[in-house]
């Protein structure tokens, strides 16, 4: 893996960690409140469906 690609794109770098982890840290789910468009459509995944 590319060092520089992780150090620049860590879990913890993105959003939805730092909610749920604010979420679980204090156990109120309605601090999960996404400000970015959710990414989980089939098509932003290239070869999901080659399984």
Do not use: F
């Not at 992780?6 to 604010?22: C, F, G, H, M, V």
């Amino acid at each position: 893996m590319n060092r520089k690609i992780w150090e620049n794109n860590r879990p913890s770098d993105y959003e939805t960690w730092q909610l749920i982890a604010k979420v679980i840290v204090t156990n109120d789910p309605k601090l999960y409140k996404p400000t970015l468009e959710p990414n989980t459509h089939w098509a932003n995944w290239l070869g999901s469906g080659s399984m």
